[in-house]
Structures are given as C-alpha cells and as structure tokens.
C-alpha cells in the first residue's frame, strides 16, 4: 500500500511540478519538489526508498522532459542514497534534519546533474562559470528547499504514520 | 549478503546501467522511446488540466488588478490602432508593387506560407536550467522535429526536438542548448543567438558589427526555421576586444512566463 501511495506521489508530484508550482518561482528559482520528497523518506525509511525513489522520479521527470535520459535519474538516486545513510541515527520527528538534509540534497543532486549534463554535451555552447552557477541557482535553490521541504516533510510524516499505510494490498 | 552491501551493489549496477543509458541518449533522438510515448500520452492531458486552471487563475487575479487602468489603456490602445492600420494599407499596397516589380524581373516567388497547427502549453521543464515545454500535438497532427513554434503574433518560441504520436517536447530560444541563426533587421548582418540563464538571449557577433540597443533580430535563411520570424530588440551590445567579438544581449519579445497558446509552422511551397 505504501508503495502505490508513494507511486502515486511522484507521479502526481510531477504533474504539479511543471505546471502549477512553476508560479513558485522566486528570480527564476523554483524548489526541488521530487527532492522533498526523496528526503522525507530517505529520513523516515532509510537508502533503499531513498534510492528507488529517486530513480523512479528522476526517470519520469527525464522521460517528460529530458533531452538526454538519465541524467536526473542518476542524481536523485545518489542524493537518495547518501541522505538515507543517516536514517538509523536520527530523530525522525525533529524539525532539524529535513532543513540541512534538504540543503544538503539540493547540493548533492545539483552538482551532479550539472556533472553528468557537461560530460554528455547537454549543457550551454557558451558555458557558465561555477561561482556564478553556485551563487545565482543552486545556493538559493538550497535555501527555498529546505524551508518548505520542513513543511512537506511533516506532511509526509503525518501521512506515513496512517495505519493503512502499513495494509497489504495483496 | 547483509541488506546494506545488496543496496549498494545494486545501486550501483543501476547506476552503470544509468550511465550507459545516459551515453546512448546524449547522441541525440528525434523520437520518444516506447516507455516515454506511454508515459507522455498518459500525463500530458492531466497536465493540461493543471496548467490551464493555473493560467485561469492567474488571468483572474491580473484582470482584477488591471480594472483601475483599462480606460486609459483602452483609449492609446485605439489611437495605436488606428496609426496601425494606416500604416497596414502602405504596407500592402508595396507588397503589391514589390511582387509586380519581381514578375517584372522574372524573381521566383519567394513569399512562403506556413500551415499552421494551434497546440497548448502543457508543462515546462521542473527544473532551474533548461526551458523546455511540451504541448499537446503530436506527429499524429503532423507535428515533425524541427518545426518552429510561434505565439500568434509571430514571434518565434523555439523549435520542437522530439514529437511523440499526442504529445511534443519544444525547446525555447531562451535554452541554453538551443542556437538559432539570425539577422539584424536593418543592416543584415547574420549572428548565432544562444539561451541565457537569466532568460535573454544571446548573440556572439564579430566586432564590426553595426548593431545598437533597439535593433530588431528576425531568423535569417540559412536557419533550419523558417526566416524572418521575429525573436526580439537588442537591449544592450557590449563590446569585448580581447576575444574580438561582440556580445549581444536580446529580450525576446515572447513572454515566456505566460506561453499558452502556440503554433507549430511549416513552410508549404
């Protein structure tokens, strides 16, 4: 059950994110809403779900939107990964971690996809220099993310302590 | 095996995978792949819901807050059109010399018309670096890669770079990937004009180059798109010697915050 839930999240995640949450735009920086969730349940259940739904959305969002496939599959996955690294060891239910884990993410997952979008040719014939880079987009990327990845990474934790959450649905 | 070494070796088998997939991927499709076509046919409706209703209500809000200026705006709005339809009748009535004068001197008919398919914005790209919206007409409308796309007034939005069977992937002007070929409109000189991340567009053009801020920039014909599709006005040259080139910064006249209904063109001889 957890999983269709969770499907349908990501899916339902991308469909808002390129169309209505595009009004969230602040100087052209919109929030990472697929790392929101990542983190959320990287947090809560550890790198396996980290992992998987990272490539679950970074396909879907490659698949919609890519020029070249795989690019945001292969970041959201080792973002996934790493932040899951520190499920064992954390308050689940304290306010801190999803503000530096969010901040954390949007680092981790950015440089990435920039990396992998230079060495495949995908990136600007003019090219853009790193600081500028870091400071104009990832850096308050960072930022918007982690103060409303808190709010949505308490509407998750509420979400996933429902009981039917836990049902099989086999 | 212990739970932590299978996730990793898995992760990074996929990764692999990924990285090859990634490698194929980067020479370029026209395409969509048989997983994208089923997923781009399933989403692309629902989000055209969405990104209708997001318009609505920012059309709503925007129309509230214009209440106070429409008089005055309607009224230099008629003067404008009233200069502009003067200016029209000239305009035709050169047309109709100009094509007299080529039967004249035995030119070919250079005059191309467009058939056009009306489609609808119906996403853009989620993330920070690129601007790539998808509509919803697809090679079943007779869509094809490296059609222009164009809001009514002619203006060009930027190319289509896949076209699945309902759905297409368009790439603007303001991408940073995309290069589009261009001239001045006054002294025809041609440039290549590239996206910006800060949504201007860019022209790298040799320091010779008679250009000024308010120059008007149209696709020239040795662009894969149909010339003379206006992109923007020049809003500032800068000068840089030591690279020997001009750099031209241009506001596309297309506002892209607020793209909803495009045309997709193709010339028909």
Redesign the interface.
């Known amino acids: 059950m957890r999983l269709v839930v969770i499907c349908a999240l990501a899916v339902v995640n991308l469909i808002l994110e390129s169309t209505l949450f595009q009004y969230t735009r602040i100087y052209g920086i919109k929030p990472d809403f697929s790392i929101m969730i990542i983190v959320a349940y990287a947090i809560m259940r550890g790198s396996s779900y980290g992992a998987f739904i990272g490539l679950g959305s970074g396909l879907l969002i490659d698949i919609m939107y890519g020029r070249v496939i795989g690019v945001n599959a292969i970041s959201y996955m080792i973002t996934g990964y790493i932040i899951g690294q520190a499920h064992e060891n954390i308050f689940k239910d304290s306010y801190i971690p999803p503000l530096i884990f969010n901040f954390a993410a949007i680092f981790i997952s950015q440089h990435s996809f920039v990396l992998f979008s230079y060495f495949s040719n995908n990136f600007s014939s003019t090219g853009v220099p790193y600081v500028s880079m870091l400071l104009k987009v990832i850096l308050p990327q960072a930022l918007y993310n982690s103060v409303v990845g808190l709010l949505v990474y308490r509407l998750i934790y509420k979400l996933d302590r429902f009981p039917f959450m836990d049902k099989r649905i086999y | 095996m212990r739970?932590?070494n299978k996730?990793l070796i898995s992760?990074v088998i996929?990764?692999v995978l990924?990285?090859v997939?990634?490698?194929f991927?980067?020479q370029g499709?026209t395409r969509?792949g048989i997983?994208?076509e089923l997923?781009?046919r399933m989403?692309t409706p629902?989000?055209g819901a969405?990104?209708s209703?997001?318009e609505f209500f920012?059309n709503t809000f925007k129309n509230l807050y214009d209440l106070r200026n429409l008089k005055a705006e309607n009224d230099a709005l008629k003067e404008e059109v009233e200069k502009l339809k003067q200016q029209n009748r000239q305009l035709i009535q050169m047309a109709l010399e100009n094509s007299r004068l080529r039967n004249l001197l035995d030119f070919k008919d250079t005059n191309l018309q467009f058939k056009y398919i009306g489609a609808s914005v119906?996403?853009?790209?989620?993330?920070?670096?690129?601007d790539?919206y998808?509509i919803n007409k697809g090679s079943k409308d007779g869509v094809e890669v490296n059609d222009a796309v164009i809001v009514s007034y002619g203006y060009l939005v930027g190319k289509v770079?896949?076209a699945g069977d309902s759905y297409s992937?368009v790439?603007a002007i303001i991408d940073?990937?995309s290069?589009v070929s261009i001239i001045v409109n006054r002294t025809r000189d041609m440039g290549i004009v590239?996206?910006n991340?800060?949504?201007d567009v860019?022209a790298?053009m040799e320091l010779e180059a008679d250009i000024v801020k308010g120059d008007d920039i149209i696709t020239s014909e040795y662009s894969t798109l149909p010339k003379g599709l206006y992109i923007g006005k020049v809003k500032s040259v800068e000068k840089q010697e030591r690279k020997l080139q001009k750099t031209v910064v241009i506001e596309p006249s297309v506002d892209f915050k607020r793209l909803e209904e495009v045309f997709v063109i193709k010339p028909i001889e």
């Open positions: 739970i932590r996730l992760l996929v990764s990924l990285i997939l990634i490698s991927t980067s499709r969509p997983v994208e997923f781009g989403i629902v989000q969405f990104y209703s997001g920012r119906t996403g853009r790209d989620p993330g920070n670096w690129y790539v998808t770079i896949e992937k790439m940073e990937r290069s590239s996206g991340p800060d949504s860019i790298i």
